[in-house]
Nanobody, 123 residues
Framework: AVELVESGGGSVQTGGSLKLSCAFS????????VAWFRQAPGMELEIVAR????????VYADSVRGRFIISQDAADNTLYLQMDSTKPEDTGVYYC????????????????WGRGTQVTVSS
């Protein structure tokens, strides 16, 4: 069975850093795209960053570009999200997603999901 497990969430002060990890098992993400999404309290799920496995191209939401980096380690089948210069509006539950297809911009285009990890940025 495919399983995605996030870790690394927690609390940080504004301007601090966190590194989220997503361990994939039962699935090697060598096709399609992978991504990080987040959902803030009372808000809709939004895509934060995505990575195309065919060529490693990465795309970021305007709100995080220049502050977050999505990367993967093929050796241990893990996806990462490095979060720097964090802001209170980065607070939310972060989800990793795999086997994306189509435009890879919408949550409906991803087949596999983790359960999420909470990130809280305090001012």
């Amino acid at each position: 069975a495919v399983e995605l497990v996030e870790s690394g969430g927690g609390s940080v002060q504004t301007g601090g850093s966190l590194k989220l990890s997503c361990a994939f098992s039962g699935y090697t993400y060598n096709s399609g795209c992978v991504a990080w999404f987040r959902q803030a309290p009372g808000m809709e799920l939004e895509i934060v960053a995505r990575r195309y496995t065919r060529d490693g191209e990465t795309v970021y939401a305007d709100s995080v570009r220049g502050r977050f980096i999505i990367s993967q380690d093929a050796a241990d089948n893990t996806l990462y999200l490095q979060m720097d210069s964090t802001k209170p509006e980065d607070t939310g539950v972060y989800y990793c997603a795999g086997l994306g297809s189509g435009t890879c911009r919408r949550s409906s285009e991803y087949r596999y999901w983790g359960r999420g990890t909470q990130v809280t940025v305090s001012s």
